[in-house]
Structures are given as structure tokens and as C-alpha cells.
Nanobody, 122 residues
């Protein structure tokens, strides 16, 4: 298991940007696949992006490609999600997660943060 703490959420106007951070401790960070999911009120949790152990392979939800960027700094045990050109439909709680396989399915991950709220106003 790895412990995860997200930060960087908040209220932003449509068209603005936010960068989420997720600090990890516990299991060796560099041996863990990291990902972001999000969940809007009344909706199921959905995949946002994932990044491989070394950071060389990334994957994104199709609708978010070009606006969101996932990255990691293994020296700082931190994964990031840069979100640009935000839209009201991006409003959700964003969760950081860790696992052993590069997956877009939530049950492919075994450690979750508490989530950080992102609200995009129109």
C-alpha cells in the first residue's frame, strides 16, 4: 500500500488552469503506476490519466487529450495533473491512485487518496 495526499484543487473560471499534486509515501514510488480519476456528483468515477513507473508512457481519457497532462517526479514522490482550458463539466472530485498495472479501470488500482475538489464556474 502507498499513502496518497492530493492538493491543488479549488475554484476556477472556465478557460482557466489548475495543477493538482499528489504526494506519495510508503511503497517505493518509482515502482508504482500512478493515475488520476474523477467523480462528479451523481456520476460514476471515471478515468482521467495514468503514467508509467518511469514516466515514459502516459494515457488519457480521449475527451481530455490536449487539455490535461500527467507527469511525475520520482525524486519528490509526487505525481501531477496539469489541467488547462477548464470547462464546467470538469467539475468533480479528483482522486490520485496507485497500482501495479497501467489501467483505465478504477479497480486496477489499490491505493487511493482522499480526493480534492475542482470546481469550474461558467
Amino acid at each position: 500500500q502507498v499513502q496518497l495526499v492530493e492538493s491543488g484543487g479549488g475554484l476556477v473560471q472556465a478557460g482557466g488552469s489548475l495543477r493538482l499534486s499528489c504526494a506519495a509515501s510508503g511503497r517505493t514510488f518509482g515502482s508504482t503506476v500512478m493515475a488520476w480519476f474523477r467523480q462528479a456528483p451523481g456520476k460514476e468515477r471515471e478515468f482521467v490519466a495514468a503514467i508509467s513507473r518511469g514516466g515514459g508512457i502516459t494515457s488519457y481519457r480521449d475527451s481530455l487529450k490536449g487539455r490535461f497532462t500527467i507527469s511525475r517526479d520520482n525524486g519528490k514522490n509526487t505525481v501531477y495533473l496539469q489541467m488547462n482550458s477548464l470547462k464546467p463539466e470538469d467539475t468533480a472530485v479528483y482522486y490520485c491512485t496507485a497500482g501495479q498495472s497501467h489501467s483505465s479501470v478504477w479497480n486496477g488500482y489499490d491505493s487511493w487518496g482522499q480526493g480534492t475538489q475542482v470546481t469550474v464556474s461558467s
